[in-house]
């Protein structure tokens, strides 16, 4: 069993853990429940939920996986709002079609 990373925020932890299930990698989350049985948040990293790969084996593809899913995220986070020639509504930067008309958004010239 090897940690891929450890997070404050289990959600975050239990979204990647989702992410590698479906790609067929065995996780398993450790200190998952630390923080709610202590009642408080415990801003210690050792104590934080961390996700690990079952079989070592699978840790490098589960490493790619995740920074492919971080890169995937970061660009659709730093995607420009963009106009609809159509409508002329706002679409978010990582939306391809407008959420109003549904015209495709125009490659950025
Ligand atoms: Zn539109």
């Known amino acids: 069993m090897k940690e891929l990373f450890r997070e ?9 853990q989702s992410v590698l299930e479906s790609e067929g990698i065995p996780t398993f989350i450790r200190n998952q429940n ?20 079952v079989n070592d084996d699978d840790y490098d593809s589960a490493v790619a996986v995740i920074k492919e ?4 995220e970061n660009d659709a ?3 420009e709002e963009w106009t609809c ?3 002329n ?7 391809d079609i407008c959420w ?4 495709s958004q125009k490659p950025a010239e």
């Open 77 to 79: 986070a730093s995607a």
């Open 34 to 53: 630390a923080v709610t049985m202590m009642g408080t948040e415990i801003p210690i990293p050792e104590f934080f939920p961390a996700l690990c790969v």
């Open 100 to 103: 109003s008309c549904e015209t």
């Open 85 to 87: 020639e159509n409508c």
């Open 89 to 95: 509504e706002a679409n978010p930067g990582n939306f």
């Open 69 to 72: 899913r971080r890169n995937a």
């Open 8 to 16: 404050r925020d289990s959600t975050i932890v239990g979204y990647y």
